[in-house]
């Protein structure tokens, strides 16, 4: 699986938008770019995923460039509930849920 | 979504005891669950594939004759630590695949271990 690139931590104003980057130059065509978030002290949750087109859910938006070797999760009106590690995987589509975690962006979210 | 229930909780214990903790997939059946385990201020690391059915896969460095894993059936999954020692204190936490995506992974809530 490609390997990703986060920056360690980010700060983000209650009610703005908070946009997470993730560099994934390596990527390969059956790859795909899924987002996990873990609030402290709980399991992981999952956001979103995308293959090259950009995705949005009730969660989170995700963009991913046109050459696929990065994207960004947007969370559109951070709230203090979404300061979490957050995760960002390059996987292949049939790796059956053999998830590999990097060390994440730590997201703060300030009132 | 899918809900994966994780227990106990939280759990001390006495070094050279044995601990059990359960994964059950609550909603839906999951031929295949994964172990992590996370030591503070580091990232998860995956430590085993379990099964339904069959012995679970390892990941490099872990032993399996101190972290037994059993799978008997297509909702539950259950990880006992062997003969804990201090060093296996930790925060161990579970998770199953939506059965049509199975790259979207439903955690369980983690148990914190702690071995005295």
């Known amino acids: 699986d490609a390997k990703t690139t986060q920056p360690t931590s980010m700060d983000c104003a209650e009610g703005r938008a908070a946009n997470l980057p993730c560099n994934h130059s390596?990527?390969?065509?059956?790859?795909?770019v899924y987002w996990y978030r873990q609030i402290h002290s709980q399991g992981p949750q999952y956001i979103i995923h995308?293959?090259?087109n950009n995705e949005t859910n009730e969660m989170a938006s995700l963009i991913i460039t046109e050459d696929r070797k990065s994207s960004t999760l947007i969370l559109p009106h951070a709230t203090l509930r979404d300061t979490a590690v957050y995760y960002c995987?390059?996987?292949?589509?049939?790796?059956?849920?053999?998830?590999?975690f990097g060390q994440g962006t730590i997201l703060t979210v300030h009132p | 979504g899918a809900v994966v229930s994780q227990h106990p909780s939280w759990v001390i214990c006495k070094s050279g005891t044995s601990v059990k903790i359960e994964c059950r997939s609550l909603?839906?059946?999951?031929?295949?669950m994964f172990w992590y385990r996370q030591f503070p201020k580091q990232s998860l690391m995956l430590m085993a594939t379990?099964?339904?059915?069959?012995?679970?896969?390892?990941e490099q460095g872990v032993e399996k004759d101190k972290f037994l894993i059993n799978h008997a059936s297509l909702t539950l999954s259950t990880l006992t630590v062997t003969s804990a020692h201090p060093e296996d204190s930790s925060f161990y936490i579970c998770?199953?695949?939506?059965?049509?995506?199975?790259?979207?992974?439903?955690f369980g809530a983690g148990t914190r271990l702690s071995v005295l």
């Open positions: 995987i390059v996987i292949r589509g049939t790796s059956y849920g053999k998830l590999t």
């Open positions: 379990s099964n339904e059915g069959s012995k679970a896969t390892y």
């Open positions: 998770s199953a695949g939506e059965p049509l995506a199975k790259n979207i992974q439903y």
């Open positions: 390596t990527i390969s065509g059956n790859e795909y």
């Open positions: 909603d839906f059946q999951a031929t295949t």
């Open positions: 995308g293959l090259k």
